[in-house]
């Protein structure tokens, strides 16, 4: 099954899930819980009414309100990690019912719309737990600062317009700036290997998400300033020559951004910048 037939096979059985959920219905919500970094992980299972329009997010709200397993123990809320509700800000990004997304924008109706279903919540798997569902992405960040994700300051006084920039240009630009690093596609991807040694960031693979966001600053007329910089970031250690290929990334990015799209360009950027470099004499 191609990337789109998937895509439309998954739309037409939400569609579907959607047309047959029952109103009034409770779902079970089973949860991959730790009360700490080191400490040991645990299952336990929730029984949720759910009502019209209920996200996950308002389903572990309704947890945190009534934190009672369905064999009737009392047991703490669930620790979970969310802000703008509106799949904006990434941080609310777990695993659910297998795949990693976005718990604020997965409706319960699309997934679950019969009395009884089942809804499994675990913590994204590359990254440390600090609790529950909630974990550390400070691994992520540095790696958009391994590449320079910033547009450098050009003056602190007026110096005019800027340069113009095609309306073509400007689109495929602004698909790349969609990226919330949320973590989806790092933890979907197989070269992405959990490490919590943080001597070891700077080397192993960085992730397409850092790898977009390098092209996007990269064509930015001001960013590019730095593109060498972010170039000989990619070409190093754990750089764009560590991209297996695999896809998952693109096939999980809740923003549709094209991230193989970047990866290839990045990838024959990175050629020329070494071709430059040699006949510089600076390899």
């Known amino acids: 099954m191609s990337e789109a037939e998937a895509y439309s096979y998954d739309a037409e059985m939400r569609k579907a899930n959607r047309a047959k959920a029952v109103a009034g219905r409770s779902v079970i919500f089973k949860i ?84 009884g279903d089942v809804m499994t919540l675990e913590p994204m798997s590359k990254f440390p737990v600090i609790r529950d569902l909630w974990v550390d992405r400070a691994r992520l960040f540095n790696n958009l600062t391994r590449v320079k994700a910033w547009v450098p300051i ?30 989806c596609c790092l933890d979907a991807c197989p070269q992405f290997i959990k490490e919590e040694d943080e001597s070891k960031w700077d080397s192993s693979f960085i992730g397409a998400h850092a790898i977009s966001q390098a092209r ?42 094209p991230l193989t799209e970047s990866i290839g360009a990045i990838g024959r950027s990175a050629t020329i910048h070494a071709i430059k470099q040699f006949f510089q004499g600076k390899k």
């Open 32 to 115: 991959k819980r730790c009360d700490g970094p080191g400490k040991p992980a645990r299952w336990e299972s929730f029984k949720v009414p759910i009502e019209e329009g209920a996200n996950v997010i308002s389903s572990l709200n309704w947890i945190a309100a009534n934190p009672v397993t369905i064999e009737g123990k009392k047991t703490t809320p669930v620790v979970w990690e969310s802000n703008c509700l509106e799949e904006v800000c990434g941080a609310c990004t777990m695993v659910i019912n297998g795949r990693v997304r976005q718990s604020c924008s997965c409706l319960i109706n699309e997934y679950a719309p019969c009395e």
């Open 154 to 183: 050009d003056g602190t006084y007026n110096m005019g317009p800027g340069p113009k920039e095609s309306h073509d240009h400007q689109q495929m630009r602004y698909a790349l700036s969609e990226c919330m690093s949320c973590g």
């Open 216 to 257: 996007y600053f990269n064509e930015h007329e001001t960013g590019k300033q730095l593109k060498a910089d972010r170039m000989d970031a990619l070409s190093g250690a754990g750089g764009i020559n560590d991209c297996g290929n695999a896809q998952n990334c693109v096939k999980v990015c809740p923003k549709g951004i």
